[in-house]
């Protein structure tokens, strides 16, 4: 049964690791200090994180994780605020490097997890086991 569905629990992991990603990226925006220096950056330099900044900007569109999306963003790059202010022109290089606290490491994790699962993903769904039909009709 597992080894079957594997393929559905690796993509739904990316689900998870994109949602986490686009609800962070997208709170961060929200913040009126760092929310447009990390946008231009990341227009710039990081079309992973503009894709996941401009998903969270949709979901906030309709509502969704508005207030826990600028709240984990707070919380994984509060630390970074003065550093941006300073040099804004490094802003990837300040969002994305080292570990600030627990919660941007957690991030920095999921910043590449969702791809790596979504190759991941398909590729076992492409080497998924095929059904065979031994008896039945032709």
């Known amino acids: 049964m597992l080894k079957r569905n594997r393929h559905w629990i ?6 998870l690791s994109f949602l986490y990603n686009a609800v962070v990226w997208g709170g ?5 200090q760092m929310g447009p220096v990390a946008l231009d950056s990341a227009k710039r330099e990081a079309p992973l994180v503009l894709l996941y ?9 309709y509502g969704l ?10 919380r994984a790059f509060g630390l970074a605020e003065e550093r941006l202010r300073i040099s804004p022109r490094a802003a990837m290089d300040i969002l994305t490097g080292d570990a600030m606290n627990a919660s ?3 991030l920095k994790l999921n910043h590449w997890l969702a791809p790596v699962l979504l190759l991941l993903g398909l590729f076992l769904l ?8 031994m008896f039945g009709p032709k």
């Open 10 to 15: 690796v993509l739904i992991l990316f689900l």
């Open 28 to 32: 961060l925006l929200r913040i009126p």
């Open 53 to 61: 900044m401009r998903s969270g900007e949709l979901l906030a569109q």
């Open 65 to 74: 994780f508005v207030t826990s999306g600028e709240r984990m963003a707070d």
């Open 104 to 106: 941007h490491r957690w």
């Open 126 to 133: 492409w080497r998924r086991p095929k059904s065979v039909h």
